[in-house]
């Protein structure tokens, strides 16, 4: 089936540090992908998406991710975290169905910034 | 322009009690998904309406039902809620037609079941 794996639960980076957090997919065809942050208690933010094109893929807040096809995998990364970071990351894909979409996420990254 | 409104933000039931939630979608958009997020997990699909019906369901007993209106707005409806039902659920927009894919969440609503 198809889904997307995040393998890390919790990550803690020290603030200015630089940060990756992982996201692998399962899809047969080329995917649809979203990385979303979520603060506690809040809604999702769309971070950044890719849909074809230049695998390097820029978003807000200073984030990037790269889509590589042969390693199914889609990584976000930010250069220099600040402390406003700390929040719960979420990868996704979008799986259409008889013509609809539906998003589907991870389980979830949670990122810790020290000081 | 409005994003994607829930109402309530936090309520709290008691067990075999039923519930209802409520979304309006941003602007523009026609298409209203929901999903349950229960703590420390990621959302999880409910269902998807489009045009008033449900178009899509997710792996959630018939206790969860759903309906759309004609201006879009959407309810979340649930049925003889037991504790495991206590979760953020959340509401997301989007439009076949739009040229991005993708949702537009809303903050979500918080319930606690008792």
């Known amino acids: 089936a198809q889904s997307v794996t995040q393998p890390d639960i919790h990550i803690t980076v020290s603030e200015g540090a630089s940060l990756e957090l992982r996201c692998n997919y399962s899809y047969g065809a080329t995917p649809y992908l979203f990385w979303y942050v979520q603060s506690p208690g809040q809604g999702l933010q769309l971070l950044l998406k890719?849909?074809?094109?230049?695998?390097l893929v820029q978003g807000i807040k200073g984030f990037e991710a790269e889509f590589k096809r042969s390693q199914s995998s889609f990584n976000l990364r930010k250069p220099s975290v600040h402390w406003s970071d700390a929040a719960e990351y979420f990868c996704?894909?979008?799986?259409?169905?008889?013509?609809?979409?539906?998003?589907?996420f991870g389980i979830g990254t949670k990122l810790q910034v020290i000081p | 322009d409005a994003g994607v409104t829930q109402s309530p933000t936090h309520l709290i039931k008691t067990r075999g009690q039923q519930v209802t939630l409520r979304c309006s979608p941003k602007?523009?958009?026609?298409?209203v998904s929901w999903y349950q997020q229960a703590l420390g997990q990621g959302p999880q699909f409910i269902f998807q309406?489009?045009?008033?019906?449900?178009?899509q369901r997710g792996n959630f007993p018939d206790r969860f039902s759903g309906h759309q209106f004609p201006n879009y707005s959407s309810e979340l409806n649930v049925n003889a809620l037991w504790l495991g039902d206590s979760a953020l659920y959340l509401c997301?927009?989007?439009?076949?037609?739009?040229?991005?894919?993708?949702?537009?969440f809303g903050s979500g609503t918080r319930l606690t079941v008792v």
């Open positions: 309406y489009y045009e008033e019906e449900e178009r």
């Open positions: 890719y849909f074809s094109g230049d695998t």
């Open positions: 997301a927009s989007s439009s076949p037609g739009a040229t991005g894919y993708g949702y537009t």
């Open positions: 602007s523009g958009h026609d298409t």
């Open positions: 996704a894909v979008v799986l259409f169905s008889g013509g609809y979409q539906k998003v589907t």
